[in-house]
């Protein structure tokens, strides 16, 4: 025996050291990667987020709106899921580097495939529309993540610039509707030489955004109506002669 193996003897007797078990050590791994798919599937949910965020931007729109294209921009930009993504991909760089082989890997590949990695959970999570459903829990349940959507909100009412959007309190004969803004104005709104985009149910309670003019202080015609939630791409419909509701 060494001298130095008799030295570690000494100390393991001395100090009354142990071995863990090995139960200890599978729980260990298992903890690891327990966090290692939670901080995936947080990824994937944030990325999700991003996507439905900029693939629900009216980026047509822009000339309807007061602020230059950078503003336009930086607005529609949903800066606190890119936080959230850029945490838990770190948190998955740092526990897959902590598992058996993890740290065989350069530091550059892990994250890019972490990043990759969220946005392919993220496409398939907004196949199945649980972005949509998580932000509107949000809106409805945090005042935090509220506050967030109300500078967006305010930002479509704008009817002078050509911009409405509210909810619909009570159709109207003739092809028109009573429509409370998301200020509380209620307006009377024509919208009997509309086009209607998208799949939406004309009815109370419907959420929606219309492109058109203001005719006086509470009365707007609708060029164009689409739904609140999503960008009212695909099917449209234009309406005319006095629609009846």
């Given at each position: 025996m060494?001298?130095?193996?008799k ?15 090995k ?7 298992s ?15 944030s ?14 729109l ?9 503003q ?13 993504l ?23 590949l892990v ?8 946005f ?14 998580f ?8 005042p ?15 009817p002078?610039?050509?911009l ?33 985009r ?7 309670g ?14 707007f ?10 960008r ?14």
């Amino acid at each position: 025996m060494t001298e130095l193996s008799k030295k570690i003897l000494e100390k393991i007797e001395k100090e009354n050291i142990r071995p863990y078990p090995k139960t200890y050590f599978l729980f260990k791994r298992s903890v690891i990667w327990g966090l290692f798919v939670l901080s995936i599937v947080l990824g994937a949910l944030s990325s999700g987020l991003i996507i439905y965020h900029l693939g629900h931007t009216e980026w047509d729109l822009y000339p309807h709106f007061k602020q230059s294209f950078g503003q336009f921009v930086l607005m529609a930009i949903p800066y606190l899921w890119i936080l959230f993504l850029i945490a838990f991909s770190f948190l998955m760089y740092h526990y897959f580097r902590r598992t058996e082989r993890g740290y065989r890997y350069r530091a550059s590949l892990v994250i890019i495939a972490s990043i990759a990695l969220s946005f392919a959970g993220g496409f398939l999570l907004n196949e199945i529309q649980v972005p949509q459903r998580f932000d509107s829990y949000l809106e409805k349940k945090v005042p935090f993540y509220k506050g967030l959507h109300k500078r967006r909100l305010e930002m479509w009412v704008s009817p002078r610039n050509g911009l409405l959007a509210g909810t619909v309190e009570e159709l109207l004969p003739d092809g028109r509707m009573r429509l409370k803004d998301f200020r509380g104005k209620v307006w009377q709104v024509d919208v009997s030489q509309a086009v209607w985009r998208g799949r939406m149910n004309e009815r109370s309670g419907e959420q929606i955004k219309i492109i058109g003019t203001m005719t006086s202080d509470s009365s707007f015609r609708a060029q164009e109506v689409r739904p609140w939630i999503g960008r009212g791409k695909g099917r449209f419909r234009r309406q005319r002669g006095g629609r009846r509701f």
